[in-house]
């Protein structure tokens, strides 16, 4: 049997604007599970998160998200990611959760993210303390990435990032700042751990399919993308470990 998985990053809620409630009521009538891929409030403020919340009411199927940039904006992320677990959210920093759908058993593992770029443009770990840091940033996300997916034991095996883990999805946004939406060593993480698929977020300009390296199909599920309140990504178990690209259809 499929997994019909529905996934969506960068809605931006603010204190007031769409219902996203409403956009999401009859979601579980096509999904088994909801993936939220970051940047789900403007400004990472607990009264935005609220908000969230109350849209994730409605949302009858398991939901499991990651926090982006925006949410940790204020230097308030935990408590954001508290309150969308309190909604009954399960939000992954370098941490993993297997949810049983009618006997399949969907792994996700979750982080962040962060930026670097990509081979042939990417940031290097020399000169500046503040350089090496941003690499360093990199390489730890990644490496918690990679150890949440090693822990998983699963039929279908999913990571979920805000940031980018391959070029592919980022085609669309300008190639100067590819280096602040994602990162190689995301993707290193993804074929490493032999992923089925990958979904982030945060190229609100970018391309809805990629690869990494490794040939992992990719998904950028930012709402801009999308242009629509979620889309659906349909993965076929048996085809999963094998030809990779023909085991997920959108
Ligand atoms: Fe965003
Ligand atoms: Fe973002």
């Keep these: 049997m499929s997994v019909r998985i529905a996934a969506v990053g960068d809605i931006h809620v603010g204190t007031s604007g769409t219902d996203l409630g409403e956009l999401w009521s009859s979601l579980d009538a096509h999904a088994d599970l909801l993936l939220l891929a970051g940047d789900l409030t403007k400004c990472g403020t607990v009264e935005e998160a609220e908000v969230v919340a109350r849209a994730l009411a409605g949302v009858r199927v398991p939901v499991v998200g ?13 408590a954001v990611a508290a309150v969308l677990e309190q909604a009954g959210a399960t939000m992954l920093e370098g941490a993993g959760c297997t949810i049983d759908v009618a006997g399949t058993r969907v792994g996700v593992a979750g982080v962040k993210g962060f930026g670097g770029g990509f081979p042939g443009s990417s940031c290097a770990d020399f000169g500046e303390p503040e350089m090496k840091a941003f690499v360093h940033a990199a390489r730890s996300s990644a490496a918690a990435l990679a150890g949440a997916l090693a822990q998983l ?18 085609v669309g946004e300008p190639e100067g700042i590819h280096a602040f939406l994602g990162c190689y060593q995301l993707g290193e993480a993804v074929d490493g751990a032999g992923a089925d698929l990958a979904v982030h977020g945060h190229a609100h300009a970018g391309s809805r399919r ?24 349909t993965v076929d178990p048996k085809r999963c470990g094998g030809r990779r690209d023909e085991a997920v259809t959108q």
């Design 66 to 78: 990651v926090l982006g940039n925006h949410d940790v904006h204020t230097g308030h992320g935990a």
């Design 153 to 170: 034991d699963a039929d279908v095996l999913v990571a979920l990032m805000h940031y980018a883990p391959c070029r592919g999805t980022l």
């Design 210 to 233: 990629g690869a990494t390296e490794g040939g992992v199909p990719t998904f950028n599920v930012a709402r801009p993308v999308l242009a629509a309140p979620y889309t659906v990504l």
